[in-house]
């Protein structure tokens, strides 16, 4: 039997006890404080923001939105994580991306404290977690750790093979599983007979942003499959970068597309949020 990874159902369950846990910082006089800004006017992104704030809202968290034109400029938007940087109620700064075309996201996220940097992209969250005394760490693949612990799925001695070498997903999820004990492996668009190296996989991370592309010919038998993806196909549905209905077949344990790796990205920028308030208020 293939397990279905839940991860909307994994998320309830980790913000169920992470309620519990703000509600007993608020008797020590802590709130735990996030701040989300938001650039110009993408869809998806304005979802995603709204979904973080309904979360953090159910959990007693304050959020606050700092909303900016798609026309806002690189000074205006430095100087509102600035003033965030310097905000005692805050605790966690996230700039959402895609951010527009004039501004740069790496002179952005480098101007984020790093002490606030709750999605783990500032180069000393970065470092830290390629020293392996992680700090700060990217949602997603944080999310994606805590979905496997959730299901008592093991990655040491594992083959790993993650398909995707961004900045938030690939890059950080290599260095958690390293840190982690698998042995792991990099590939990506450029990589020759891909499918020759996904076939060695154990645990195979899809984030390579193309529709339904992993197939079940591309998975080893009984390997644990993790789809990143979140693409339209051709009817305009909502899928992932991996085939679901034939891997699942092979596989022993995969992510759905919705309810899979979305919901964990979410449920860890807010258990991020809550452990970056813990350590600035030694609470
Ligand atoms: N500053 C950041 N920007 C972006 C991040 C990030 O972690 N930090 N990640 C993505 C977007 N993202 C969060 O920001 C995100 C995307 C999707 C989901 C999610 O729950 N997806 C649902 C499906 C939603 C739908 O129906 O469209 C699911 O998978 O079930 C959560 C978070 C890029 N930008
Ligand atoms: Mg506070």
Known sequence: MTMILDGKQTANSLMADLKTEVAAMKTRGITPGLAVVLVG?????AIYVRNKQRRAQ?????SVL??????????EVLAVVEALNHDDTIDGILVQ???PEQVDPDAVIAAIAPSKDVDGFHANNVGRLWENNPGVVASTPYG????LKHYGITVAGKR??????SNIVGRPMAALLLNADATVTM???KTPDLFAVTREADLLVVAIGRAQFVTAEAVKPGAVVIDVGMDRNAAGKLVGDVDFDSVAKVASAITPVPGGVGPMTIAALMIQTVELAKRHHNG
């Open 41 to 45: 006017d993408d869809p998806a992104s």
């Open 97 to 99: 991306l895609p951010l």
């Open 187 to 189: 590939t990506h668009s």
């Open 66 to 75: 700092r909303r900016l034109p798609s026309s806002a400029t690189q000074a």
């Open 160 to 165: 790993a093979v993650i398909i995707g070498r």
């Open 58 to 62: 159910e959990l007693g968290i304050t």
């Open 144 to 147: 994606i750790m805590a979905l």
